[in-house]
């Protein structure tokens, strides 16, 4: 579509991105969008006007960083320079900066710097500005997307979080770390609650007990959220399974969400290709989980990814970080995700482990005998992520122990970059 230029703007309210999410240092958008470029920013909107990305264009901005907004209006920086290594610790070639998280992994907080700041008040300026703009602009297309993104300000933004809070009925305190896959571009939809195991280290846990969703509330949020997404639906392709262990669900809530959505999103015309699940499980319900549940979500149309916290194979480490569970299970727990992965094609399990200085020596090695046994060749499917315990500075101690796990592996490993929604 050709672009509409008026008082100092290019407007092009429908553009094409990527089809396939691709692995890249530079910014890459996907399915549909509408851009507005002004001397110094380019910003880019979903089809219901909602601003999504923020990109310098003068000398003042890092050549190919990036500014996102979630669908639960956080900011997160993109940065895909200076960072040596960044590809082999974090699977991508960019650094998420969490506007929320203190960006523990970079050298500067993007949020406090000048450039930033001025690009997020450059943004509420545009916002502003194209209000007025819009009742003169004759053409309907243009005209009706400065309308939709002049709706969209910043309190109207922060009320839109809060009804998607509202309709799973909680936040999501954490995304699994297998969403980078979608650049975390999944719509959460709660089946169970809580968590079987209220580990005193973690620090995302809901506090509450595991606790099942029943039907009518899954299909509630389901058309809720459809709704919710409105015209920018077609632009996902994926779904997460919250909360903390949609595993211990059972195939019956799992089954019954994922032909749900899948219709009901109607994932099959997506502008995305392909549909995933993601979800999170626990050593119990990987262990407890029958065969049957995998052959059955392996026909799904959906690649899933399950990622279960086994967090340490070590027996001591595990009473300090107090996950009541024993080693003996983490080791078995592991030795399933490996069967697992290999025997079927549309399933990937991950792991994570917690990393850091608080743990016995021996929390890193036996990590590192599980994994070396319990693999023979290279594989490229399924993966490990290591959290770090608390704040992951110095990261020289868990970019160590990274490496460490990382030469003695023959499957991926990763740093967790632990994203909420
Ligand atoms: S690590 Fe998992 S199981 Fe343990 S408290 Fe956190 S969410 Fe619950």
Redesign the pocket.
Do not use: A, M
């Given at each position: 579509m050709k672009p509409y230029h008026c008082d100092g703007l290019t407007l092009y309210p429908l553009k094409e991105g990527s089809r396939q999410y691709v692995k890249a240092s530079y910014p890459v958008r996907y399915g549909q969008y509408a851009e507005i470029q002004d001397n110094n920013y380019s910003y880019q909107f979903n089809l219901n006007g909602e601003i999504k990305f923020v990109q310098g264009q003068s000398h003042h901005w890092h050549h190919n960083d990036w500014l996102k907004r979630t669908v639960a209006n956080d900011w997160i920086y993109y940065s895909a320079n200076g960072y040596a290594g960044i590809e082999s610790m974090l699977g991508e070639q960019y650094l998420p900066c969490l506007s929320y998280a203190g960006s523990p992994y970079a050298a500067v907080n993007p949020f406090e710097t000048e450039p930033v700041k001025k690009a997020l008040a450059a943004l509420d300026n545009l916002n502003a500005g194209i209000a007025d703009l819009a009742g003169s602009i004759g053409d309907k297309k243009v005209r009706t997307f400065l309308q939709r993104a002049a709706a969209n300000d910043t309190a109207m933004l922060a009320s839109r979080a809060r009804l998607l809070h509202s309709i799973l009925g909680s936040r999501v305190t954490v995304l699994p770390p297998d969403t980078r896959h979608v650049d975390y571009d999944v719509i959460p939809v709660i089946v169970a609650d809580g968590?079987?195991?209220?580990?005193g280290f973690?620090s995302?846990?809901t506090g509450r007990d595991f606790a099942l969703r029943n039907r009518q509330n899954i299909a509630r949020q389901l058309e809720k959220l459809r709704d919710f997404y409105g015209s920018d639906l077609r632009n996902y392709n994926s779904l997460f399974l919250g909360q903390?262990?949609a595993l211990f669900a059972g195939w019956e809530h799992i089954g019954f969400t994922l032909e749900k959505a899948y219709e009901l999103f109607q994932f099959k015309n997506s502008s995305m290709n392909g549909a995933n699940a993601f979800m999170?499980g626990?050593v119990s319900s990987l262990l407890a989980a029958p065969d049957s549940l995998f052959r059955a979500l392996n026909e799904t149309p959906f690649y899933t990814y399950i990622n279960i916290?086994l967090?340490s194979a070590q027996q001591e480490a595990l009473v300090i970080l107090q996950?009541p569970i024993e080693a003996r299970q983490v080791r078995e727990a592991f030795l399933k995700m490996m069967d697992i992965n290999k025997t079927c094609d549309r399933i990937e399990i991950t792991a994570n482990f917690v990393a850091g200085e608080r743990l016995p020596e021996s929390h890193v090695s036996s990590m590192i005998d599980l994994v070396k046994q319990s693999a023979e060749r290279q594989c490229s499917k399924g993966a490990i992520y290591l959290s770090p315990l608390s704040s992951p500075k110095p990261l020289k101690t868990v970019r160590k122990q990274l490496f460490d796990l990382k030469r003695n592996s023959r499957i991926p490993a990763f740093l967790y970059i632990m994203q909420r929604l």
């Open positions: 968590c079987l195991y209220q580990c973690c995302v846990k903390h262990d999170f626990s916290g967090e996950k």
